[in-house]
């Protein structure tokens, strides 16, 4: 099972279960499928938006924002990969 670990720029820190695997897409790496995924999630602007990470077999789409930082964790609590903005 993978936790989504986000510190937001205020220091907040939430976690979200992304279940037994997630899809990260960035906009940097693969931008079609990053607009194509995006537009899934929202029309808004997206200016802020690195990366988005699909869950719960792409029915969940999470945001990744520019002045957060993200880390997926592993069960057990050790950290899996860093995900934030490099």
């Known amino acids: 099972m993978f936790i989504l670990r986000r510190i937001t720029s205020e220091s907040i820190e939430i976690n979200t279960c992304l279940g037994d695997y997630y899809v990260f897409v960035s906009r940097e790496r693969n931008v079609e499928e990053f607009n194509r995924t995006v537009k899934l999630w929202s ?11 699909t869950y719960n077999d792409g ?12 880390y997926v964790m592993a069960s057990d609590g050790r950290t899996f990969a860093n995900i934030s903005e490099k």
């Open 43 to 53: 029309e808004d602007d997206t200016e802020d938006v690195y990366a988005v990470v």
């Open 59 to 70: 029915s969940a789409i999470m945001p990744l924002y520019k002045k957060s930082h993200y």
